[in-house]
């Protein structure tokens, strides 16, 4: 079940499912931007693991937005995110928590 909430001006959502967990903030814009930043938070609890490939995550926001867009048909523009760096490397997650966020815009 996602959790919804928001911080320092980004929408965010926590995914939880079983062992594997991530937190994504997304801050979304009016206007379209070339590309966003995205910036990793300090570690939350204990857990570790490999470092996360920012690379990956940022394809997943995008295919995320991509499917609210297409479902939804209006558009939406990411001017900026965050992730927490001791999260799970489920990359099929953060597509899924962009999805939700841009869906609830």
Do not use: W
Not at 19 to 28: A, T
Not at 83 to 95: E, G, M
Request: charged share 20%.
């Amino acid at each position: 079940m996602p959790q919804f909430g928001s911080t320092d001006g980004y929408d965010t959502v926590a995914l939880i499912t079983g062992p594997s967990h991530v937190l994504l903030g997304i801050r979304f814009s009016e206007t379209p931007v070339a590309s966003f930043e995205l910036a990793k938070r300090p570690a939350i609890g204990t857990c570790s693991g490999a470092a996360l490939d920012e690379a990956r995550i940022i394809n997943a926001i995008n295919a995320g937005l991509a499917a609210a867009v297409a479902e939804i048909g209006s558009p939406r523009f990411v001017s900026g995110a965050f992730y927490i760096a001791d999260d799970s490397p489920r990359y099929d997650l953060y597509q899924r928590c962009a999805y939700l966020l841009a869906s609830r815009r």
